[in-house]
């Protein structure tokens, strides 16, 4: 069984950064593609960015594109996501998942989810 763990959320005001990072243990991280999500109170939860097994592709959601960078490091069994320019429109949880598919922007089934990261903007 996978298991992610989110870290590096918290509370940013506007036009700063974090990084995110997802720890994944109990499988072979680098035979998943993996996704970040985020869902804020009251609405769906939305595809943020993905990448393949090996790294070599990325893909974004319109709304992150050119703020937002996901990368991995396979011998860490690690996933991050860089956020640049943060909006208030950007708080929400952000889930970390696992899958064998990509891209996958949710359309598809993803079986491994972590538990997610607050991450918070403020004006």
């Known amino acids: 069984q996978v298991k992610l763990v989110e870290s590096g959320g918290g509370l940013v005001q506007a036009g700063g950064f974090l990084r995110l990072s997802c720890a994944a243990s109990g499988g072979t991280f680098s035979s998943y593609a993996m996704d970040w999500f985020r869902q804020a109170p009251g609405k769906e939860r939305e595809f943020v960015a993905a990448i393949s097994r090996g790294g070599g592709s990325t893909t974004y959601a319109e709304s992150v594109k050119g703020r937002f960078t996901i990368s991995r490091d396979n011998a860490k069994n690690t996933v991050y996501l860089q956020m640049s320019s943060l909006k208030p429109q950007d708080t929400a949880t952000y889930y970390c998942?696992?899958?064998?598919?990509?891209?996958?922007?949710?359309?598809?089934?993803?079986?491994?989810w972590g538990q997610g990261t607050q991450v918070t903007v403020s004006l």
């Open positions: 998942a696992a899958g064998p598919r990509f891209p996958n922007d949710g359309s598809y089934y993803i079986p491994h």
